[in-house]
């Protein structure tokens, strides 16, 4: 997952709610314009066949765009941003109080033990929603298999298919997994982590994971989505479809005036305090997404990657290959991109430098044209 940025000198700041209207009316179609040509400029370097670009400047999308046959209209999977969905819906529940990030999975998931029978590893009721949300729990796909993919995803898809979420039997499958290490000793990035936050959700909520979700976050923030058609094996980790601009509408779930989170929580959220990725202090994992501080605020990212081809699947063959960026800048733009087929790790951190330096290409003339936002960022 890249979390680095292509810098330039200078001061960032959230100018699209404060720069005056006439470099607001500059800045968009340039904006829409540079990452457009930053796309299909990578497309044609990497031979990416198909991908959608949704790029938004505050709550207005100002580039939609197709490339490749593909209606950019559509719902597209996922893949790994469905985790924001799930840890925006773990924040409503700290919110409500039904949840804590300190709870245990022992107390929380008291009742799934009973049904299925106890862990493997004794640990596993230690540790707590924090750790899950962090990646700190102790799984692994390095030392062991992670219990949500690998040989346990492809039994699951054996016996049920990619249609439906089975968030109980992958937990079934998962809890059989011993821990590498000692719940909260480390970062490491691992789908099970949010596998079980879907069985924590359906704990806490007493509601179906998606059912939740899309009622508690989705739809107030205005948009829509469902876990699959194909993928809803996935669930909590992996599972969500939704279209370029309904996604858009869902990082708004990281505004602070969102009410996603309550204010202790999005204090937590933005500490890098037990939450680094282990390179570096400018970024630390949180809620389902990358956080980075920038100079104009907060930037939340993520990355989301997915190929599978298994002949065996219940329901028939089952074969995709895609990929999806997701970033919402601390300076006021978001944008989203899916790609297919999953491009190679180096073309895909070729492609997060273009999209930044097409974000920053149009910052600057639109800074040069404000210097009285200059100098209020700088007060912050």
Known sequence: MAVARTAWAGVAVAAWALAPAVARSEAVPAAAAAFDAAYKDWMRRH??????????????????????????????????LSKAI?????????????????????????????????????????ITI?????HRSGFSRKANP?????????????EQGGGKPAIDSAMARALAYRLARPPGQ???????NYLILGAVIEQAAKRPYEDYCREAVLRPLGATGRLGPKWAALSAYGGWSLTATDYLKFLHAFDR???????????????????????????????GVVVRRDAGGPTFLHTGLWTHAQSDAAGGPLSDSHATLAV????????????????????????????????????????????SVRSAARRD
């Open 47 to 80: 031979r990416i066949p198909q991908g959608v670009l949704a790029v938004a400047a505050g709550d207005k999308v100002i580039l939609l765009k197709g490339y490749g046959g593909l209606d950019p209209k559509a719902p597209v999977p996922l893949a790994s």
């Open 86 to 126: 799930t840890g925006a819906c773990v924040a409503t529940l700290v919110r409500d109080g039904k949840l804590s990030l300190g709870s245990r999975l022992g107390d929380v998931l008291a009742p799934l033990f009973k049904r299925q029978g106890e862990p493997a590893d004794p640990r596993v009721r230690t």
């Open 130 to 134: 924090e750790q899950l949300l962090t």
């Open 146 to 158: 992670d219990p949500a993919s690998g040989a346990a995803l492809v039994a699951q898809l054996r």
């Open 186 to 192: 480390a970062y490491e990035y691992v789908n099970a």
């Open 257 to 287: 005036a969102s009410g996603v989170a309550d204010a202790a929580t999005w204090r937590w959220m933005l500490t890098p305090g037990g939450k680094s990725l282990g390179k570096g202090p400018d970024a630390h994992y949180a809620l």
């Open 328 to 371: 919402k800048s601390g300076e006021g733009l978001s944008w989203f991109v899916y790609m297919a087929p999953q491009p190679p790790n180096a073309a895909r951190f070729a492609l997060d430098k273009a999209l930044w330096r097409a974000h920053d290409s149009v910052r600057r003339p639109a800074l040069a044209r404000t210097p």
